[in-house]
T-cell receptor, first 115, second 114 residues
Framework: DAGVIQSPRHEVTEMGQEVTLRCKPI?????LFWYRQTMMRGLELLIY????????DSGMPEDRFSAKMPNASFSTLKIQPSEPRDSAVYFC?????????????FGPGTRLTVT | EDKVVQSPLSLVVHEGDTVTLNCSYE??????LLWYKQEKKAPTFLFML????IEKKSGRLSSILDKKELFSILNITATQTGDSAVYLC??????????????FGKGTKLSVKP
């Protein structure tokens, strides 16, 4: 398996522009997670899905952020409009919840820079 | 509010040294505690701990959990430069909880000098 795939790997955009991050989870995994990592705040959970349904989006910073999972093999995280404080590395992870030892498999991340 | 605190925040040692990384937590609905290693990329899984007093080992790495005192330690013996990374301690709660599934500590940055 190729693992969790994220695109793009790097994104540089200007303040006010829309940004869309993409994720393909590992085939067969039924949980998908979006995280944001910054030096100041560490790794934060933004939202997670179970069987394509959003379970908890309480970590989403504000209404400028939205996430979708139209099918089991694809998810997007959108920021509109983007702001400089959104600059971070965004990770997508997937897991098979009932499988032990428990493990989330992380994608390589998207490094977002908003100027 | 659930909280995971790691110490020290950073650590510099020389090859061959033994290090101990600490993680304390204040959480509700505890299910397990996990350790991840993060180099210049995504975190990779090391251990999952659910029971007190049972040591998990993998090569030179080992970890143990104390659910009474609410802490865990990660030991690395005979450190190598390849051990240089950020080590993340993570609390796993119940799915659907207000904090989501995993709460990450800020990490301990370990630097191993030749």
């Amino acid at each position: 398996d190729a693992g969790v795939i994220q695109s793009p790997r790097h994104e540089v955009t200007e303040m006010g522009q829309e940004v869309t991050l993409r994720c393909k989870p590992i085939s067969g995994h039924d949980y998908l997670f979006w995280y944001r990592q910054t030096m100041m705040r560490g790794l934060e959970l933004l939202i997670y899905f179970n069987n394509n349904v959003p379970i908890d989006d309480s970590g989403m910073p504000e209404d400028r952020f939205s996430a979708k999972m139209p099918n089991a093999s694809f998810s997007t995280l959108k920021i509109q409009p983007s702001e400089p404080r959104d600059s971070a590395v965004y990770f997508c992870a997937s897991s098979l919840a009932l499988k032990e030892p428990y493990e989330q498999y992380f994608g390589p991340g998207t490094r977002l820079t908003v100027t | 509010e659930d909280k995971v605190v790691q110490s020290p925040l950073s650590l510099v040692v020389h090859e061959g040294d033994t290090v101990t990384l600490n993680c304390s937590y204040e959480v509700t609905n505890f299910r397990s505690l996990l350790w991840y290693k993060q180099e210049k990329k995504a975190p990779t899984f090391l251990f999952m701990l659910t029971s007190s007093g049972i040591e998990k080992k993998s090569g030179r790495l080992s970890s143990i959990l104390d659910k009474k005192e609410l802490f865990s330690i990660l030991n690395i013996t005979a450190t190598q430069t390849g051990d240089s990374a950020v080590y993340l301690c993570v609390f796993r709660g119940e799915y659907g909880g207000s904090q989501g599934n995993l709460i990450f500590g800020k990490g301990t940055k370990l630097s191993v000098k030749p």
